[in-house]
């Protein structure tokens, strides 16, 4: 799914961002990357993503349903590596 492999990458992008200083804030990247500030605030803890997920994801061999639009609608993305795994239907 090149969309969410796109949303993953974009999401790490903002991390390092962030933790380089080359932007202070959700609003700074979003207003230098000219996208939504609540996506970029939505989103950005998909750059914590397990690696195993992330490789999962990269190899195509995630559950049909993990869509951007399930990202979406998630409330938060758990801390945890393990209910992530859960959380999101892939094995660890």
Known sequence: DEKLIKLIADTRHWFELLSSGKANSVRDIAS???????????????????????????????????????????????VSWEEQHQRLGIAP
């Open 32 to 78: 230098q990357i000219k996208v939504d500030e609540n996506d970029v605030s939505r989103f950005l803890s998909l750059a914590f993503l397990a690696p195993h997920i992330v490789e999962t994801i990269l190899a195509g061999n995630q559950p049909p349903e993990l869509t951007v639009e399930k990202l979406k609608r998630l409330k938060s993305l758990p």
